[in-house]
T-cell receptor
Framework: AQTVTQSQPEMSVQEAETVTLSCTYD???????LFWYKQPPSRQMILVIR??????QNATENRFSVNFQKAAKSFSLKISDSQLGDTAMYFC??????????????FGTGTRLQVTL | DAGVIQSPRHEVTEMGQEVTLRCKPI?????LFWYRQTMMRGLELLIY????????DSGMPEDRFSAKMPNASFSTLKIQPSEPRDSAVYFC?????????FGPGTRLTVL
């Protein structure tokens, strides 16, 4: 079974600064996807960024980037130039490449990020 | 596309009543997922469908919970009878087998 661990329950960062959220996972498979989802106070789950395990290049999406270390099974999210609107709960998630009907997401417990003035 | 649509957004009911939550997935998506989110247990996958067929319902907490997907554009999650411990936010999500796109959720309160 796959597991996802987020060891930072809460983090705080000042506006315009950079913050890194940690995520580790455990799997014996080699083909999978990793995701970061954001859940603001509105509770909507929003996909932030996606990484395919077969790609060596780290994914980037505007101010969001990841540091994917496959051997270490680590998948951290870096938020640059933090904005007040980045305040949210952030979930790391894992899914195997769908084969047949396998497409379940496994979520971490989340990191609550507070961006302050 | 309007995204995943859920209704109602809020539901308050009394213990013992039947509750039906509704979901319309993104058109063309062939996977549909139902999740429950609580402070104590986080996000839990209850059940998911592929091409309208239930694939894994091992997360459904007990027989009071049932889910159906009669066609590609509609799914329901029913709780009968409801209990206070069912109070949570229920999310529906759809996908093409990769990233999942979530609806806004239904906040259920059972008194």
């Amino acid at each position: 079974a796959q597991t996802v661990t987020q060891s930072q329950p809460e983090m705080s960062v000042q506006e315009a600064e950079t913050v890194t959220l940690s995520c580790t996972y455990d799997t014996s498979e080699s083909n999978y996807y990793l995701f970061w989802y954001k859940q603001p106070p509105s509770r909507q789950m929003i996909l932030v960024i996606r990484q395919e395990a077969y790609k060596q290049q780290n994914a980037t999406e505007n101010r969001f980037s990841v540091n994917f270390q496959k051997a270490a099974k680590s998948f951290s999210l870096k938020i640059s130039d933090s904005q007040l609107g980045d305040t949210a709960m952030y979930f790391c998630a894992f899914t195997l490449l769908p084969t047949g009907t396998a497409s379940k997401l496994t979520f971490g417990t989340g990191t609550r990020l507070q961006v302050t003035l | 596309d309007a995204g995943v649509i859920q209704s109602p957004r809020h539901e308050v009911t009394e213990m013992g009543q039947e509750v039906t939550l509704r979901c319309k997935p993104i058109s063309g998506h062939d996977y549909l997922f139902w999740y429950r989110q609580t402070m104590m247990r986080g996000l839990e996958l209850l059940i998911y469908f592929n091409n309208n067929v239930p694939i894994d319902d091992s997360g459904m907490p007990e027989d009071r919970f049932s889910a159906k997907m009669p066609n590609a554009s509609f799914s329901t999650l029913k709780i009968q009878p409801s209990e206070p411990r069912d109070s949570a936010v229920y999310f529906c999500a759809s996908s093409l087998g990769r990233e999942q796109f979530f609806g806004p959720g239904t906040r259920l309160t059972v008194l």
